[in-house]
């Protein structure tokens, strides 16, 4: 799976597509790996990916709890993954934690969503 790296300056975020040698650098220092969290974490049941099938693809609902969707405390994007596809649609406060997505339920193989305060979860 694509890999994700923040700035420890900046807050900024870089996916990996295609891994290859070197160091990535930001701000003038190393860039850090992101580990997902899977739900063995506190605050898992508002943030861990909930899939239903759906008659045009699947619905993703972040957590067993709603999560907050507040300026200060919200969801900013939800990434569904396949081996041929990647859809990731962004939120914003106002909305709702979830989103549907227009791909096969059974090639879903990864999602992951991304908490402004509390980093990235997956349903893995």
């Known amino acids: 799976m694509q890999e994700l790296y923040q700035c ?3 807050g900024k975020i870089v996916q990996i597509i295609i891994a290859g040698k070197g160091t990535l650098v930001c ?3 190393e860039m850090t790996l992101v580990q997902e969290k899977r739900g063995e974490e506190e605050g898992k049941e508002k943030h861990v990916p909930v899939l239903d099938k ?3 693809g699947v619905k993703v609902k972040v957590g067993s709890v709603p999560h907050p969707m507040a ?4 969801i900013v ?9 990647q859809q990731v649609s962004q939120l914003k406060p106002e909305d709702a934690p979830e989103k549907e997505f227009c791909v096969p339920f059974e090639q879903v193989k990864k999602v992951r969503i991304f ?10």
């Open 27 to 29: 701000c003038n220092q």
């Open 8 to 10: 420890g300056v900046c």
């Open 54 to 56: 759906t008659a045009t």
């Open 77 to 85: 994007q939800i990434e569904v993954i396949g081996d041929n596809f």
């Open 71 to 74: 300026e200060d405390h919200y």
């Open 115 to 124: 908490c402004n305060k509390h980093g990235f979860w997956t349903n893995l």
